[in-house]
């Protein structure tokens, strides 16, 4: 199968893989977009996963002030190498979990994270099993791995504070 290269780049554009990604998967899916996109995805997990276990100890640190200036959240979003950190992919990652804590107050980062015997709802406590407030089909574990398959590094999320005017603690 020939791949045109506008196919090829409308498949780079929504997912931000390779090249030569894009071409072999549109051919591995005989030229269906869709399947190619689900080819895509399943590489990008595959990818996260081997990635997983690498040292992430460069990084910045993101905050997120709400209009109004009544909420604040900050982030330490950590990676492999300082040069991926000043990439525009990760630092609107970073942002975007900023934006996500102070939205959604997690109180974990993971299911890790939960107390052994806590009846703790994960969906709501924790950061990566909730929703993404920008897209409600994704969850931000889903938004996190495709900013790994982006930048090609293993990416935490370090730590995290939300903080309220007036909230107690």
Same mark, same amino acid.
């Given at each position: 199968?020939?791949?045109?290269?506008?196919?090829?780049?409308?498949?780079?554009?929504? /997912?931000?893989?390779? &090249?030569? =990604?894009?071409?072999?998967? +549109?051919?591995?899916?005989?030229?269906?977009?869709?399947?190619?996109?689900?080819? #895509?995805?399943?590489?990008? +997990?595959?990818? $996260?996963?081997?990635? *997983?276990?690498?040292?992430? /100890?460069?990084?910045? @640190?993101?905050?997120?002030?709400?209009?109004?200036?009544?909420?604040?959240?900050?982030?330490? +979003?950590?990676?492999?190498?300082?040069? @991926?950190?000043? /990439?525009?992919? !990760?630092?609107?990652?970073a942002h975007? #979990?900023?934006?996500?804590?102070?939205?959604?107050?997690?109180?974990?980062?993971?299911? =890790?994270?939960?107390?052994?015997g806590s009846? %703790?709802? *994960?969906? /709501? $406590?924790? #950061?990566?099993?909730?929703?993404? &407030?920008?897209?409600?089909?994704?969850?931000?574990?889903?938004? %996190?791995?495709?900013?790994?398959?982006?930048?090609?590094?293993?990416?935490? %999320?370090?730590? !995290?504070?939300?903080?309220? @005017?007036?909230?107690e603690r």
């Amino acid at each position: 199968m020939n791949s045109t290269t506008d196919t090829i780049k409308a498949l780079r554009e929504q /997912t931000g893989a390779g &090249i030569m =990604d894009c071409r072999n998967a +549109l051919i591995e899916a005989s030229g269906d977009i869709e399947n190619a996109l689900h080819i #895509l995805k399943q590489r990008s +997990l595959f990818l $996260a996963e081997k990635k *997983a276990k690498r040292s992430a /100890t460069q990084g910045i @640190v993101e905050c997120y002030i709400h209009t109004g200036g009544r909420i604040g959240a900050m982030v330490e +979003l950590n990676c492999e190498t300082d040069f @991926v950190a000043r /990439t525009d992919e !990760f630092k609107a990652l970073a942002h975007d #979990l900023a934006m996500q804590i102070a939205a959604q107050s997690p109180r974990f980062t993971s299911r =890790d994270d939960i107390p052994q015997g806590s009846d %703790v709802d *994960a969906v /709501t $406590a924790c #950061l990566l099993c909730q929703p993404f &407030i920008k897209d409600l089909g994704r969850t931000v574990q889903d938004m %996190v791995t495709d900013t790994i398959a982006k930048v090609g590094e293993n990416i935490k %999320v370090g730590r !995290f504070a939300r903080f309220e @005017v007036g909230e107690e603690r």
